[in-house]
T-cell receptor, first 115, second 113 residues
Framework: AQKVTQAQTEISVVEKEDVTLDCVYE???????LFWYKQPPSGELVFLIR??????QNEISGRYSWNFQKSTSSFNFTITASQVVDSAVYFC????????????FGKGTMLLVSP | DAGVTQSPTHLIKTRGQHVTLRCSPI?????VSWYQQVLGQGPQFIFQ???????GRGNFPDRFSARQFPNYSSELNVNALLLGDSALYLC???FGVGNQPQHFGDGTRLSIL
């Protein structure tokens, strides 16, 4: 069975602070994919990144960066110089090779960025 | 290009009723998946369809059913509604299967009284 754990329920920061959202996963698949999605108050899930289990290179996209560590089964997400518009619920998700791309989500981390 | 569109946006039903939710995928996408998101939780997988065939089913009772049409749009049906079915129902589309990124609609918020 697959499982995704996001231990941080809610994080509050002040604008321009850096913030890291944690994600720990469990899977028996040797090939799998990890995702991060953002859910603003409007409800739509916005795709941020996909990473496969064979690519442990960290990735940076603007103010966003992701740290994938297979040894600790973690896929953490860092926002640098946070902005009010970053306020949302962020979900980490996992998909196995045998799952026809169905996603197993964590419970999400609500990020509140205040001015 | 239009994103994933879902209708209706909000729906109020009473226990025991039936509901049909609709989803149009992004143009060119052939796979549609349905998820249920209860307040405060992450989305849970209900169904996946690809090329009009069911390719995956989550741990939901038989009251939940779905289908995909030749134009790749999809319907989710729920019979004998229970209070616990109150949730945001999300539709996602992708070009194919095999761990491609799924793109989500705004969802249908279903409230059961």
């Amino acid at each position: 069975a697959q499982k995704v754990t996001q231990a941080q329920t809610e994080i509050s920061v002040v604008e321009k602070e850096d913030v890291t959202l944690d994600c720990v996963y469990e899977t028996r698949d040797t090939t799998y994919y990890l995702f991060w999605y953002k859910q603003p108050p409007s409800g739509e899930l916005v795709f941020l990144i996909r990473r496969n289990s064979f690519d442990e290179q960290n990735e940076i996209s603007g103010r966003y960066s992701w740290n994938f560590q297979k040894s600790t089964s973690s896929f953490n997400f860092t926002i640098t110089a946070s902005q009010v518009v970053d306020s949302a619920v962020y979900f980490c998700a996992l998909s196995g090779i045998s799952g026809y791309s169905t996603l197993t989500f964590g419970k999400g981390t609500m990020l509140l960025v205040s001015p | 290009d239009a994103g994933v569109t879902q209708s209706p946006t909000h729906l109020i039903k009473t226990r025991g009723q039936h509901v049909t939710l609709r989803c149009s995928p992004i143009s060119g996408h052939k796979s549609v998946s349905w998820y249920q998101q209860v307040l405060g939780q992450g989305p849970q997988f209900i169904f996946q369809y690809y090329e009009k065939e069911e390719r995956g089913r989550g741990n939901f009772p038989d009251r939940f059913s779905a289908r995909q049409f030749p134009n790749y749009s999809s319907e989710l049906n729920v019979n004998a509604l229970l209070l616990g079915d109150s949730a945001l129902y999300l539709c996602a589309s992708s070009f194919g299967v095999g761990n491609q990124p799924q793109h989500f609609g705004d969802g249908t918020r279903l409230s059961i009284l």
